[in-house]
């Protein structure tokens, strides 16, 4: 567990090292939030068209590889990355897209893998504990990243970047193969054994993929939810805003968004380390609900107050909230789902949660630049708390009993 944890955390803070070099350079040489928002949208196409393909074969194979197959993708990133900057820097933007869709396959193919592999080393009964410890560490993870990534910006530059980010997924890569997978022998003869059926009933990724969906669909109360967070994650607009909104709403620099997402961090890691309490002091279906609308509520809040510290206190909230919300799903997905599905319905899941985000992001971008980031936020929230009470009323999903 401590091994996996620390993996988790490694890959976490690399990921934030590469997101913010991506995002400050672009909004910082085209002053535009519509520009940065596109590449959160070609992030998500990505995920939406590759991901649902990528679980397929993350089901048929070793986990562990898997996730090295991931990790090899980021690594070549970012050297790549370093060496177009410094090398065809006239070709660097239409490149660094490029790059952000080969750094979301990679995160695509570790994303289902880890949770095929969690089952195996801990068990589900403990997968709301470790799912709390990782969520803790990437929390603590995001905020270093973020201030790292200031520090070589400044003092390295962009290149120093994307060499970081390789260099700490190298490192989680390393620490992987220390892994200890007390089921390897059964683990490799099932997978061989699926791999083979496969090859036999000459199945192809489609028939693979409308498999894994059938199998969502005959679980009413995950695929409502699975729907729900869909129509959900169109308030996720607000992502690639918030430095428009630290500087716009509360007329501030780079050392208050800094802290702001301290205090998110805080909340995560909070949450994470008290996961299977917080989780389980009220029924799922009210735990959902509640923490949608006390999101939603959040985001409002946010959007509208000028005050710092009040902002701040607000702004835990909402990452208090959210962060219970996702452990306490994602910890579902592996529960409910047989081992042999996971790959695919996770990666599926995310393809559905996130088809509808490109086109809003862009659409939030327009709005922001147009009108204000303050808008965008406040329509989120909204959004979110409506929904929010739609999950606490929603009868099948009161039928889930535990997570």
Do not use: C
């Amino acid at each position: 567990m401590s091994v996996i944890v620390s993996n988790q955390f490694l890959t976490a803070l690399a990921d934030s090292v590469y997101d913010v070099a991506i995002f400050w350079y672009i909004y910082d040489q085209s002053g535009s939030a519509l520009l940065a928002s596109i590449v959160t949208a070609i992030s998500f196409i990505t995920q939406i068209l590759a991901g649902p393909f990528i679980g397929v074969l993350a089901d048929y194979k070793n986990p562990k590889w898997t996730m090295q197959l991931g990790f090899t993708l980021m690594i070549f990133v970012g050297i790549s990355m370093a060496f177009i900057y410094y090398f065809l820097l006239d070709y660097f933007v239409i490149l660094l897209y490029l790059g952000v869709i080969i750094h979301d396959i990679g995160m695509a193919t570790i994303k289902p893998a880890k949770s095929k592999l969690l089952p195996r080393i801990v068990g589900t009964e403990r997968i709301v504990q470790v799912n709390g410890y990782i969520s803790s560490s990437s929390q603590i993870a995001l905020t270093l990243g973020k201030s790292m990534s200031g520090f070589l910006i400044a003092f390295i530059g962009f290149i120093g970047v994307m060499l970081s980010h390789a260099a700490l997924y190298l490192l989680a890569s390393i620490l992987l193969k220390l892994l200890i997978d007390f089921t390897l022998s059964q683990t490799n003869e099932s997978e061989e054994n699926a791999e083979s059926e496969r090859e036999n009933k000459k199945q192809s990724y489609i028939s693979d993929i409308k498999d894994a969906f059938q199998l969502m669909r005959s679980f009413r109360p995950l695929f409502k939810l699975i729907v729900i967070g869909m129509v959900i994650n169109v308030a996720s607009v607000i992502g690639p805003l918030f430095v428009v909104i630290v500087r716009e709403q509360y007329s501030s620099g780079p050392i208050v968004f800094g802290w702001f997402n301290a205090v998110g961090a805080i909340a995560g890691v909070v949450v994470g380390l008290f996961a299977n309490r917080i989780i389980n002091f009220v029924k799922p279906y009210m735990m959902f609900g509640l923490s949608m609308s006390g999101a939603g509520l959040s985001m409002i809040l946010v959007g509208t107050l000028s005050n710092i510290y009040a902002g701040m206190g607000v702004y835990f909230i909402m990452s208090f909230f959210l962060t219970v919300f996702n452990i306490a799903f994602s910890s579902l997905l592996i529960t409910l789902v047989e081992d042999e599905y996971r790959g695919r319905v996770n990666n599926l899941t995310t393809a559905f949660a996130t088809i509808m985000i490109p086109v809003f992001s862009v659409l939030g971008g327009f709005v922001a630049d147009q009108i204000s980031a303050s808008i965008v936020y406040i329509f989120a929230g909204v959004w979110v708390v409506v929904w929010g009470i739609m999950i606490y009323l929603d009868k099948d999903i009161r039928e889930i009993e535990s997570v």
